[in-house]
């Protein structure tokens, strides 16, 4: 039961970031994640030519 309402405490916290977060902002904000695991990607793994 507690355990309950604190995963629904998290999801509301997330939603409410979402909601401050202007769209562009939350695009943005995608974009710079998955370039930044590309690049962790690249230093963990050799680059193929």
Not at 19 to 25: A, C, L
């Amino acid at each position: 039961m507690a355990r309950d309402t604190g995963i629904r405490k998290a999801s509301l916290q997330a939603k409410s970031v979402r909601d401050t977060m202007t769209k562009s902002e939350f695009i943005i904000f995608r974009i710079n994640r998955q370039i930044r695991e590309k690049k962790q990607r690249q230093s963990t793994r050799p680059a193929y030519r």
